[in-house]
């Protein structure tokens, strides 16, 4: 971290870089972006799990800053990205470099705000 910046205050920085990141790829994806669509299209899988992954991210994004659910947000996202990378990785191809970069927020998250998906499933 940089100095003088508090956990608190990162996390809610990596939160609303991810929130952001989120919201362009999903809506990306419900908007039918021709690249978005020319990927799901060489994926072989038809359009509608391109409106799935786009719901999930922008539906994920917003849980970023729902108390109690950011710990869950950052867990699904991190699913989400993990198969997106694998279906870049077999069907489609390069660039990777954000998805790895929306690996590591998320996981972040995810791993900062455990305490609140452990409670969410009642631990």
């Known amino acids: 971290m940089w100095p003088g910046m508090t956990k608190t205050t990162a996390l809610t920085a990596l939160r609303a870089v991810l929130t952001l990141a989120f919201l362009y790829f999903g809506l990306?994806?419900?908007?039918?972006?021709?690249?978005?669509?020319?990927i799901y299209q060489s994926i072989g899988f038809g359009q509608f799990p391109r409106y799935i992954t786009g719901s999930v991210e922008v539906i994920?994004?917003?849980?970023?800053?729902?108390?109690?659910?950011?710990?869950?947000?950052g867990l699904i996202l991190?699913?989400?990205?993990?198969?997106?990378?694998?279906?870049?990785?077999?069907?489609?191809?390069?660039p990777y470099w954000h998805m790895l970069l929306l690996i590591a927020g998320t996981a972040t998250v995810a791993w900062a705000y455990r305490d609140e998906t452990a409670n969410l499933l009642g631990r």
């Open 60 to 73: 994920g994004a917003a849980l970023l800053w729902l108390r109690g659910w950011r710990g869950a947000a």
């Open 78 to 94: 991190l699913v989400t990205m993990l198969i997106g990378l694998s279906a870049l990785l077999i069907w489609v191809g390069p």
């Open 28 to 38: 990306r994806k419900l908007g039918s972006f021709p690249t978005d669509v020319a």
